[in-house]
């Protein structure tokens, strides 16, 4: 954020010299607005190209075997651009070694997820995702998984068919 911040106020500079260069250059005919009028969309062209790239470079650092499962899009009405083109503003991206299935119910399954957003530090969370019955459910201390296959201390949530999240979980190839 704060290189953002940076670019941001170098680039207000590289507008008011654009600005400042094309008034010498027409012989002083700008108006005395020009210059911080080229310094503030000289900002906002940056702010927005830094919003639309995060997903991008963050996407280019993940470590190899990390796969995006679910991208959450962004428009706002303070920034009419993003109806014509959405940006990510978070995504969640799945951990595929840390695949682990049960001995005795193979169709239960837990994997590490990482929640990335824009303005937010990531989490990392283990999920356990059901696929024969469809629903998944944050991992915390208090589960315990018997010798049946059995899993106690679980709030399980109901996901539809379509499920990004539990789809990748259930569709990753077990070795």
Known sequence: MFYEMIATLVSAFVGAGLVLILNKLTGGR????AMPVGAGLAMIATTVATEYAWYDRTRDLLPEGMTIVMEVENT????????AVPFVERFVAMDE??????????ELRMVDLLYMGRWSPARQMVVLGDCAAGKRAPLIDAVEFDASG????????KV???DP?????CNLSVT
Do not use: F
């Open 30 to 33: 700008l108006p005395k607005w």
């Open 97 to 106: 070694h840390s695949l682990r299935t049960h001995a005795v119910r193979s």
């Open 76 to 83: 706002s009405l303070y920034r009419p651009w993003t109806y």
């Open 150 to 157: 059995q899993v106690s201390g679980v709030e399980w949530t």
């Open 160 to 162: 539809p068919d379509d």
């Open 165 to 169: 999240i539990l789809t990748a979980i």
